[in-house]
């Protein structure tokens, strides 16, 4: 239940577990008999779902006869695979069809007219997708270079199988599943990547299929059992044990403790637990015998394509002890996602059907031609959120106050509970402060999916919406033939509400981080939904989705944590211009409209900001843009993101322009020549050093940090308002003298506080304070 809350961040609306329990099965039954037998079952609980829940007919609420509802309208009712019934979709949609449900086969994702997870292979690659980040953070590039693998699942399950497939450079060292241990010591990737293949092609496969030709010197297949299985040399020197043979658990602990490069998790059960947690804790009593902590888990990198894999606990203890993975929900979501996906493109087509405007064999056809593309879609889910885990944990220790902050205004609201979730306590907290040590990235998996599913009940409760400029997110959710051939139908999706709401919620966090939006009302009093707004008319104004692109095509090609470096610049750009736009835009704000005001000039001071800034601004700018160069961006974006600093003025650059009908490089021009001219470049640059220890300092560094912009636009403005024309520093020039008491002040108490050396937040603001009085 816990892990299907937190993967309803990428679900439109949200998912439940729900299950059926057969009481009656034929007690010496063949697998046909009993196999029938469940599916009775299955229908009577899809029909008792269905005989509760309300329906729409001829477009309007119909609830079910002789019912009591204690609640509001929600005709909204969907079935998705999972173990057991990943065959059952084809049944459900029958009775979906006998009941005249308003879904149809909408009802059931998968089935015959659906997507087929396995032969999509779309969970495994989803959890690929985090497993490729974490080696990429290490150097390796797993589609390229031999890793070492131990694996929990065989050959003929879904994830397990796929997953074991999506690199041929994978060395499958050892791997068990409830049945048999396999154990291939010095493993060929290419020899053993074929037979691989052969069992997952083969129906019903087991280990005990691999053909022992294959396998390397010392290797085996042994049925679990055995009480006493023989160990060869080879295999001891794997496994570390000393014996001649050895237990199935004792084999099965050791394959669990080894140094390979990945383990990959795609069966069923709990392996690892923290040291401190009991095995009743863990609820897994099968498994007991096997189970080890996390401090004992050595694999570089987990993939938890599967599950429960991990207890939360004995996640939070392998990552504290530097082991890299994310969360089940983070890494297996897309098997879910997908069928989300197809539940929301059939409730878009499937009025088209009904009402004889598109064949229902044109239909199916379609679907399936947009499988890869409905695959790229989910898959840029996990590659964001994973992503996103990223850059969180590059700030982690640093920001730990800020996170403590968000956890405890979660909890007042009671959006979180701590203990449930495993977070730390404010003790806990407290001593990894000392230490140095940040959230670990299971612990930032539950904020930034928490913070998510906080949000997005805040938007759906607004009228962000409908907002018409968020109908871009609407069709960005579909794939590129439905958005081409059904423009309207989109705009009147039933559940268009709840996809931009969604969309919205995950571009912001996953860019933003899960403490964005509530420090953003702490400090500029806004509600939920205008910080909405106004960070996404910030992104398109900066046009923030194509540097993103620029930074992600460098996968492989520099090292991670500059991608990182290189984002993070780009959400404190984006953070300055949502507080910018809520605090001169505060009544009413438009995407569209901030969009036209903003995006040319802006875009015009973008081609020009080199050419334009002066003095520190100007050195500031060259130290960045050598140091994003020498690590490996390319030029262009090396600029790019060295200018992030300089562009915070860019919306009063834009405005002052507009107000003083010059050229927007004129005042950029100006605008640059006074801070340079009387010292106030040195200014913002010493706020810009200044360390924040909480939410507190940061709040007063960020009132710092604006209060110093509004000066320097104010003196822009004073600047551009006399007579005098002429170049930029000669107009300063003028102003310049004629400033005098003022600006002799000013520049006292410049020389003092530079002599000074050591700025604090007194310091810097009296020092603005002293320059205000040139701006009244």
């Known amino acids: 239940m816990k892990a299907q809350n937190v993967k309803n961040t990428v679900i439109v609306p949200v998912g439940a577990k729900g299950g059926f329990v057969p009481k009656r099965l034929p007690a010496s039954g063949t697998r046909e008999e009993v196999q029938a037998e469940v599916i009775a079952c299955y229908q009577t609980f899809i029909r008792a779902l269905l005989d509760l829940t309300d329906n729409i007919v001829a477009g309007r609420i119909a609830p079910p006869p002789q019912v009591v509802r204690r609640d509001g309208d929600d005709p909204y009712l969907v079935v998705a695979a999972d173990k057991g019934t990943a065959t059952f979709s084809d049944i459900a949609n029958a009775i979906s069809a006998d009941y005249g449900f308003w879904l149809g086969d909408a009802f059931a994702s998968g089935g015959s007219v659906g997507y087929d997870h396995k032969k999509m292979g ?68 290419a020899s053993s990547f074929a037979e691989r293949a052969r069992l997952f092609a083969l129906p019903r496969s087991s280990w005990d299929d691999y053909d022992r030709k294959k396998l390397s010197r010392g290797g085996g297949v042994f049925a679990r059992t055995m009480k006493s299985i023989p160990l060869s040399a080879e295999v001891r020197a794997l496994l570390g044990l000393e014996g001649a043979s050895a237990t199935p658990n004792e084999i099965l602990r050791a394959i669990l403790r080894l140094p390979v490069d990945l383990l990959w998790n795609g069966g069923i059960g709990t392996y690892v637990k923290a040291s401190a947690e009991t095995n009743a804790e863990v ?47 983070i890494d297996n979501s897309a098997g879910v996602n997908t069928s989300d996906v197809e539940v929301n493109i059939k409730i878009l087509l499937n009025p088209l059907v009904h009402e004889r405007k598109l064949a229902r064999g044109d239909r199916n056809r379609l679907l399936a031609r947009m499988t890869n593309e409905v695959a790229a879609l989910v898959l840029r889910n996990n590659y964001l ?98 958005r081409e ?48 707004r106004a960070y996404t008319a910030a992104r398109e104004i900066f046009a923030m989705r194509a540097v993103w692109e620029q930074i992600e095509k460098l996968d492989n090609k520099v090292p991670a944590q500059l991608q990182y470096e290189a984002s993070f610049q780009t959400s404190r750009l984006l953070r300055h211009a949502t507080y910018w736009l809520l605090t001169w835009r505060p009544r009413g704000l438009q995407v569209d409209a901030a969009v036209r005001e903003f995006r040319a000039g802006v875009q015009e001071l973008e081609t020009v900001i080199c050419g334009v800034i002066t003095g520190g601004e100007l050195a500031r700018f060259e130290e960045a843009r050598t140091h994003y160069l020498e690590a490996g961006l390319p030029p262009t974006l090396a600029a790019r993101i060295a200018s992030v600093e300089a562009l915070n003025a860019a919306l009063d650059i834009v405005e002052i322009s507009a107000a003083h009908r010059v050229s927007v490089a004129e005042a950029a021009r100006v605008y640059f020549e006074v801070g340079s001219r009387i010292g106030f470049d040195w200014l913002r640059a010493q706020i810009e050093k200044l360390t924040v220890d909480g939410p507190w300092q940061a709040i007063a560094r960020t009132g710092l940090r604006d209060g110093a912009l509004r000066v320097q636009r104010r003196l822009t403005e004073r600047v551009l308002a006399r007579k005098g024309r002429g170049s930029a520093p000669d107009r300063v020039n003028a102003w310049v003298e004629a400033a005098g008491k003022e600006l002799a002040h000013w520049q006292r108490t410049l020389t003092d506080m530079r002599a000074a050396g050591a700025s604090d937040f007194a310091t810097l603001t009296v020092g603005l304070e002293a320059v205000r009085k040139l701006a009244n």
């Open 122 to 189: 779309i969970t495994a690659r989803g959890a690929w997708e985090c497993v490729k980040r974490h080696f990429r953070e290490i150097g390796i590039d797993t589609q390229k270079t031999p890793f070492t693998v131990a694996g929990i699942g065989d050959m003929s399950g879904d994830v397990f199988g796929n997953g074991m497939l999506l690199s041929r450079h994978i060395r499958l060292q050892a791997a068990f599943d409830h049945r048999h241990i396999f154990l291939d010591p010095d493993p060929d990737p």
């Open 283 to 329: 609820g897994d009593r099968a498994n007991d015998g096997l189970r080890i902590n996390g401090r004992n888990l050595r694999a570089k990198v987990v993939g938890e394509g599967g599950n429960l894999g991990l207890s939360q606990r004995g996640r939070v203890e392998y990552a504290l002890a530097q082991g890299r993975l994310n969360t089940d929900f």
């Open 385 to 482: 959120q994973s992503q996103a885990i990223s850059t969180l944990e590059l700030q982690s220790a640093a920001r730990l106050r800020e996170y403590q902050h968000l956890i405890r205004s979660l909890e007042r609201s009671g959006d979180l509970n701590r203990a449930l979730e495993f977070l730390p306590s404010d003790d806990e907290l407290a001593e990894r402060r000392k230490n140095s040590v940040g959230l670990s990235r299971p612990e930032l998996a539950i904020l930034l999916a928490y913070s998510k599913i906080w949000l997005n009940n805040h938007l759906l409760a607004s009228d962000v919406p409908e907002d018409p400029y968020l109908s871009a997110e609407l069709a960005r959710y579909f794939p590129a033939p439905v």
């Open 485 to 532: 051939r059904f423009p309207r139908a989109i705009s009147h999706h039933r559940l268009r509400r709840e996809i931009i709401a969604t969309a919205t919620t995950n571009s912001l966090i996953n860019r933003m981080g899960p403490t964005f939006v509530p420090r953003a009302q702490e400090d500029t009093g806004a509600e939920a939904a205008p910080i909405a």
